[in-house]
C-alpha cells in the first residue's frame, strides 16, 4: 500500500475507485451549485449527472492523440510518398491495417469500407491502448500524481470506467440508428424493427423483441468491455493490498507478475471483440430485409 | 462510479477521432498500400516478361549456334570437296602436261635422228663417191652417175 494515509484494505480499494471528477455541487453543500474538483467519493457520487471524469476523460483522449499522431505521421508521409519501402512504424501501422482491413473484409461484405474500416482501427487501437493502461502499475500513477501533483485521486484505466465504454458503445449504437435509416430509409428501418420475425399481426410483439435486441446491442458491448476490465484492474487492486510484510508481499508481486501476464492475453483480446462485434452490428444496419 | 457528463464527452471524443481516422489517416495509408501493391505486381510481371525474353533470346541464340555450326560443316565439306577437285585437276593437268613434253621429246628425238641419219647418208655417199674414185683412178662424173649414187643414197 503505497498511498501513506490510508490506514485499512478497505480504504485504499475505496481510493483506488473513486475518479477525479470536477463537477457541480449538490445543494446542501457548502459550495453549492459552484463547479470544481470533488474531494471525496461521497462527493463525487453526489454530484450526479454535472461532473465529468477528468482521468478517464484526460487519458482516454491522450491515448487517442498519443496513437493518431502516430497514425497521421504514417498518413503524411505515405501520401508524400506512397511506393516508398516502409520501414519502422510504417510498417506496423500497414500491418495493423492490413489485419484490420481483412477482419472488416470478412464480416462486412459492402464493398464501400470507408466508414466502417476506420472506425474499426480507431476502436481497435484505442480500446487497446484504454486496457494497456492496466498493466501500469496499480499505485505508481495515482502514487505520483497524489505526491507529486497534489490529485487526489486518479483512475488511468479509462474503460474501466462505465462512462467510457458505455460512451463508446452509444457511439456505435448511434451509428447503428444512423446508418440503418440511411440504408433502408425511416420506413425501412421501422419496418425492420416492426415485422420481423413475426409478420405485422404480431407488431407489438415484434417491436418489443427487436427494440429490446437493438438496445442490448450497446448495452452488452459497453458492459463486457467495462467487466472484463474492472474485475481484472479490480484484481490487480485486491492483489497490492497484499503488500503488507516481506513473504507476504513477496507473493503478491508473484501474483501480480502472474495476473499481469494473463492480462496480456485480456487487453487486445477484449479489444478484438469490442471492434469486431461493432462491425457486425453495423453490417447488420447496412444488409436489407436479411433473415436473422 | 456514476454515469455523468464524461458519456457525451467520451462520446464526442470518439466521434472526433473516428472522424480524423477516416479523413487523414486511413485513405492516405490505403491508398499507398495499394500503389505499393500495383508496383509490385508490375515489377513481378517485369520480371516474368524479362525471364521470358532471356529464354526467348537464349534459344534464338541456340538455333543460331546449331545453323552455324552446321554451315561451317557443310562449308569445310565443299572446301574438301573442292580441294580433292583441284588436287586431280592438277593431276590430270600434271599428266597431261607430261604426256605432252613426252611427245615434244619424241618427235625432238626423231628429228634429230632423222636428221643424222640425212646427214650420215650424204657424207656415206660422198665417201662412197671419194672411195670409187679412188677405186677408179679416174673421176666419177658425178652427174652421170647421179642416178647410181642416188640409188646407193637410198639403199644406206
Not at chain 2, 38 to 62: H, N, P, V
Not at chain 2, 79 to 91: G, I, L, N, P, T
Not at chain 2, 103 to 130: F, K, M, P, W, Y
Amino acid at each position: 500500500m503505497a498511498s501513506g494515509f490510508e490506514t485499512t484494505a478497505e480504504d485504499y480499494i475505496a481510493h483506488h475507485l473513486v475518479n477525479a471528477t470536477f463537477g457541480r455541487f449538490p445543494d446542501g453543500h457548502e459550495r453549492a451549485g459552484e463547479w470544481g474538483f470533488a474531494s471525496s467519493g461521497s462527493e463525487a457520487e453526489a454530484m450526479g449527472f454535472m461532473a465529468i471524469h477528468v482521468d478517464s476523460m484526460g487519458w482516454s483522449i491522450g491515448l487517442a492523440i498519443f496513437f493518431m499522431y502516430f497514425f497521421r505521421r504514417v498518413a503524411v508521409s505515405a501520401a508524400a510518398n506512397p511506393a516508398a519501402i516502409p520501414t519502422g512504424l510504417r510498417n506496423v501501422v500497414e500491418a495493423l491495417i492490413d489485419f484490420i482491413e481483412g477482419m472488416v473484409k470478412s464480416v462486412f461484405k459492402h464493398p464501400d469500407l470507408s466508414y466502417v474500416a476506420p472506425m474499426a482501427l480507431t476502436i481497435f487501437v484505442w480500446v487497446f491502448f484504454m486496457n494497456l493502461m492496466d498493466l501500469v502499475p496499480v499505485d505508481l500513477v495515482p502514487y505520483i500524481a497524489q505526491y507529486g501533483l497534489g490529485i487526489e485521486y486518479m483512475k488511468i484505466v479509462p474503460s474501466t470506467d462505465p462512462n467510457i465504454t458505455m460512451g463508446l458503445a452509444l457511439s456505435v449504437f448511434t451509428l447503428i440508428i444512423f446508418f440503418s435509416i440511411r440504408q433502408k430509409g425511416l420506413g425501412g428501418f421501422l419496418a425492420e424493427i416492426s415485422f420481423h420475425p413475426f409478420g405485422k399481426w404480431l407488431l407489438p410483439f415484434n417491436l418489443a423483441l427487436e427494440v429490446v435486441g437493438l438496445l442490448a446491442k450497446p448495452v452488452s458491448l459497453g458492459l463486457r468491455l467495462f467487466g472484463n476490465l474492472f474485475s481484472a484492474e479490480m484484481i490487480f487492486i485486491l492483489i497490492a493490498t497484499m503488500y503488507t510484510g516481506l513473504v507476504i508481499g513477496l507473493l503478491g508481486g508473484l501474483l501480480q507478475f502472474a495476473w499481469a501476464v494473463f492480462h496480456i492475453l485480456v487487453v487486445p483480446l477484449q479489444a478484438f471483440i469490442f471492434m469486431v462485434l461493432s462491425v457486425v452490428y453495423l453490417t447488420q444496419a447496412f444488409d436489407e430485409g436479411e433473415a436473422h | 462510479m456514476n454515469i455523468n457528463l464524461t458519456l457525451f464527452g467520451q462520446m464526442i471524443a470518439f466521434f472526433f477521432f473516428v472522424w480524423f481516422c477516416m479523413r487523414m489517416v486511413w485513405p492516405p495509408i490505403v491508398a499507398a498500400m495499394v500503389a505499393r501493391q500495383e508496383q509490385i505486381a508490375e515489377g513481378l510481371e517485369t520480371a516474368d516478361r524479362a525471364k521470358k525474353d532471356l529464354d526467348l533470346a537464349q534459344k534464338r541464340a541456340m538455333d543460331e549456334l546449331k545453323k552455324a555450326r552446321v554451315e561451317a560443316a557443310e562449308i569445310i565439306e565443299q572446301a574438301r570437296k573442292r580441294s580433292a577437285q583441284m588436287v586431280e585437276e592438277a593431276q590430270r593437268d600434271a599428266r597431261a602436261e607430261g604426256e605432252r613434253l613426252k611427245q615434244a621429246a619424241t618427235a625432238d628425238v626423231e628429228q634429230e635422228l632423222r636428221r643424222a641419219r640425212e646427214t650420215l647418208r650424204a657424207e656415206v655417199s660422198a665417201l662412197a663417191v671419194v672411195g670409187a674414185e679412188r677405186i677408179l683412178e679416174r673421176s666419177v662424173d658425178a652427174q652421170s652417175h647421179a642416178e647410181m649414187l642416188d640409188r646407193l643414197v637410198a639403199d644406206l
